[in-house]
């Protein structure tokens, strides 16, 4: 089902990548639960090594379940291949590290998952690299961010903790002009809502540990490549365009075209950096993915009752949902994302820090975990936990001041949601 392109998102979400197991017909994309597969001779070996057959050699690098799940991505974004990794925050290192060297930066939106905020302004620093953030709606203050030593535009399509929704063509068209890949992490719309290829973003990356698996079973990630950025346009990029002396001076763009950045991923990625998604997450996650528009239509659909019912309620102050007709990026909500504004929003309860606190106990439905993305519903107070590490004013660019709670809204019945919310917000602010 690999060269299908004209089959539908429903189809694909069930079909792509996999075929019946040519060993035993099983149905199902087994769980090939190995480490190392025998060569047929020493030959064959060889070429494998030398990269001039593609094959399976060790599970660090490619595994036959996490093939099926890449190309399952790949072929839902719309790219030419994926790489599958261990975690989302796995997958956010694995799509730098071909881009990046020591002194090179990556320019990013200030609303991002608060542990990308971390990952980005202190952990990368120890490669020699650097993040800096801007303003995605301030498209000036984003070209001029960008230097000589940018090597990537980062940022998330729907963004966390919610409410803002990027325009990513306007972003691509500012990345281009640089000469830059615009990277967009879309974990939050996943490809039912948004498909960022479509509005010029060069690579993708995810946490599947999200919508896309659905349930809050395993931690995993993916990083998408469209395979139009030319990573032999300037020397920016010499992973990738130079001679590869760990291959024997083999030139990935040269030699794999638009596969070029996907098969670095694995044979230098995945060889040396070991972030390797194993064959039973994936397993989890492409049952997952198999009704990943459904759900997403009903996540859509509660988050609009629930978050207008939020907005009309005294006790609440404001609600972010970018699916609000309120919103002030209602318009670019419905333009760029016409099937839904996600499944996330914050909203700020009356009664500040103590408030929220209180709300999070109280509730019954809703879980008060640090997770999103889940077919149950889940609430945080992002200020005494995943923001927790940020500075006030970080805190407030991300939108998760103190007085500020995340919802994920889940599957459930939305009457009930709505009636969990009611009886909680009474405790809270009585
Ligand atoms: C969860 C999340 C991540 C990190 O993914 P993990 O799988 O937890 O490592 C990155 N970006 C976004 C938008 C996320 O929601």
């Not at 590290?97 to 990952?119: D, E, H, I, K």
Request: glycine share 8%.
């Amino acid at each position: 089902m690999s060269d299908t392109p004209s089959y539908g998102f429903d189809t694909l979400q069930i079909h792509a990548g996999s075929r019946p197991d040519p060993a035993t017909g099983a149905r199902q994309t087994p769980i090939y639960q190995t480490t190392a597969y025998v060569f047929r001779d020493a030959d064959h070996a060889a070429a494998l090594f030398n990269l001039q057959e593609v094959g399976y050699i060790y599970s660090r690098l490619t595994n036959p379940t996490v093939a099926v799940l890449q190309e399952r991505i790949a072929t839902l974004e719309g790219g030419v291949g994926a790489v599958c990794c261990s975690s989302g925050h796995a997958a956010q290192i694995m799509a730098l590290f071909p881009l990046m060297q020591p002194g090179c930066n990556v320019v990013a939106s200030t609303r991002l998952y608060g542990g990308t905020v971390t990952q980005f302004s202190q952990t990368i620093k120890r490669f020699g690299w650097s993040a800096k953030f801007v303003d995605f709606d301030d498209l000036d203050a984003l070209r001029d961010a960008i230097d000589d030593n940018t090597r990537a535009v980062f940022g998330e399509s729907i963004a966390n903790p919610g409410g803002y929704v990027t325009d990513i063509r306007a972003v691509a068209d500012v990345a281009d002009a640089a000469g830059v890949p615009l990277i967009i992490d879309n974990t939050s719309a996943t490809p039912y809502l948004c498909r960022p290829f479509e509005h010029g973003a060069s690579l993708v990356v995810h946490s599947t540990t999200k919508y896309l698996t659905g349930n809050g079973t395993v931690t995993g990630g993916c990083v998408v490549d469209s395979g139009r950025f030319d990573w032999s346009a300037s020397d920016k990029f010499p992973s990738l365009s130079a001679p590869e002396p760990a291959y024997h001076g083999l030139k990935f763009h040269e030699t794999f075209g638009p596969l070029a950045y996907t098969f670095h991923g694995i044979a230098i990625g995945l060889r040396d950096l070991g972030m390797t998604m194993n064959p039973q997450a994936a397993h989890y996650t492409l049952m997952g993915i198999e009704t990943l528009s459904l759900r997403m239509q009903r996540h859509v659909e509660n988050a609009k009752k629930v978050a207008a019912w939020l907005e009309a309620d005294p006790r609440v102050d404001y609600v972010t949902y970018a699916g609000l007709p309120s919103s002030p990026y209602a318009e670019r909500a419905e333009r760029c994302y016409p099937k839904g504004a996600g499944g996330l929003f914050t909203f700020a309860v009356k009664g500040g820090y103590e408030a929220c606190v209180k709300l999070v106990n109280a509730l019954e439905i809703f879980s008060h975990v640090a997770n999103l993305g889940d077919a149950r519903s889940l609430i945080i107070h992002s200020a005494s936990t995943t923001h927790r590490q940020l500075t006030p004013e970080q805190q407030e660019a991300a939108g998760a001041g103190p007085n500020v709670v995340r919802v994920s809204i889940g599957i459930e019945d939305a009457d009930d949601l709505i009636a969990d919310l009611d009886q909680a917000l009474a405790k809270a602010t009585a």
